[in-house]
């Protein structure tokens, strides 16, 4: 089955930075999504983005289908965006979503 | 308008005892699902109906079985709970099945002892 690997697995940062999470994928996509696990364990919707760029707020994603990767992007991050962010893609193959290990994040006041 | 709910929100069962965790949603999607989710680790498929009467099984199928009762409810059942089956269950929903954008229930918090 397709392979989904996320990095860094753990990110720390200081309030106010950027930072830039990253999902490979080992075959063609129909769907990618990013999400956001906060500490309570509900599963957020980020993005919908099997290709192109999206912006929503401090936050925006790019995947590049062809090179099978994507990209989120935190801007002037906050406590609140603290948790765990997964992205899940959906193949050709059937309709599960396929997650990766997800990248947890802290950030600190 | 409450999107995708599930009952209970925590249970704790004995080793053998049987329960129905429960999804339904309002948001006329044709395609429901049921992940678990382990410590520490990313959701996998159990089970999902691409429409109302259809069942597939998923990466994880064993020990479980799943009704579609309706368009709007999609129950998870374990016949015989095992502490394997300890782990978080989320219900999702996408319009239809390959390449639609899938939402998730609020999780499941099952502790087999």
């Known amino acids: 089955g397709i392979q989904v690997e996320q990095s860094p697995p753990d990110l720390i940062l200081q309030e106010g930075a950027n930072s830039t999470l990253r999902c490979n994928f080992s075959d063609s996509v129909n769907n990618l999504q990013w999400f956001h696990q906060n500490p309570w364990g509900q599963l957020i919707n980020l993005f919908y983005?099997?290709?192109g760029t999206k912006q929503n707020g401090r936050l925006s994603a790019t995947t590049v289908a062809t090179e099978r990767y994507s990209l989120l992007y935190i801007s002037s991050s906050q406590t609140t965006d603290s948790g765990v962010y997964f992205c899940a893609v959906d193949n050709n193959a059937g309709n599960m979503l396929t997650f990766g290990g997800g990248t947890r994040l802290m950030v600190k006041p | 308008n409450a999107g995708v709910t599930q009952t209970p929100k925590f249970q704790v069962l004995k080793t053998g005892q049987s329960m129905t965790l429960q999804c339904a949603q309002d948001m006329n999607h044709n395609s429901m699902y049921w992940y678990r989710q382990d410590p520490g680790m990313g959701l996998r498929l159990i089970y999902y109906s691409a429409s109302e009467g259809t069942t597939d099984k998923g990466e994880v199928p064993n020990g479980y079985n799943v009704s579609r009762l309706n368009k709007r409810e999609f129950s998870l059942r374990l016949e015989s709970a095992a502490p394997s089956q300890t782990s978080v269950y989320f219900c999702?929903?996408?319009?239809?099945?390959?390449?639609?954008?899938?939402?998730f229930g609020p999780g499941t918090r099952l502790t087999v002892l």
């Open positions: 983005i099997p290709s």
């Open positions: 999702a929903t996408a319009t239809s099945g390959r390449g639609n954008e899938q939402f």
